[in-house]
Nanobody
């Protein structure tokens, strides 16, 4: 069974950092384009970042220069390092499989996500 499980969220003060993990089971994650999305209360889900099998990455303008996506092939896991966090980064964060252009979600369902709360 193909599965992606998010973890690593929590409560952090503005300016702080968190590292989210997206662990894959049932398939080799490095063969696919993986993306991080987030959904804040009352807002639509939005794309945050993606990483392709080649290692090339995309970022939303709102997180560029603050967030870094990476992949550990040995652990079959994609990470999202989030620095200089802002209250507007508060959301539930999800990972999923995307197409190579990072503009289409290929996963058939969403996981539980991991909650990030940025607050003093």
């Amino acid at each position: 069974q193909l599965q992606l499980v998010e973890s690593g969220g929590g409560l952090v003060q503005p300016g702080g950092s968190l590292r989210l993990s997206c662990a894959a089971s049932g398939f080799t994650l490095s063969y696919y384009t993986i993306g991080w999305f987030r959904q804040a209360p009352g807002k639509e889900r939005e794309g945050v970042s993606c990483i392709r099998p080649s290692g090339s990455t995309n970022y939303a303008d709102s997180v560029k220069d603050r967030f870094t996506i990476s992949r550990d092939n040995a652990k079959n896991t994609v990470y999202l390092q989030m620095n200089s966090l802002k209250p507007e980064d508060t959301a539930v964060y999800y990972c999923t499989i995307l197409n190579y252009k990072c503009d289409t979600v290929l996963g058939s369902s969403w996981g539980q996500g991991t909650q990030v709360i940025v607050s003093s």
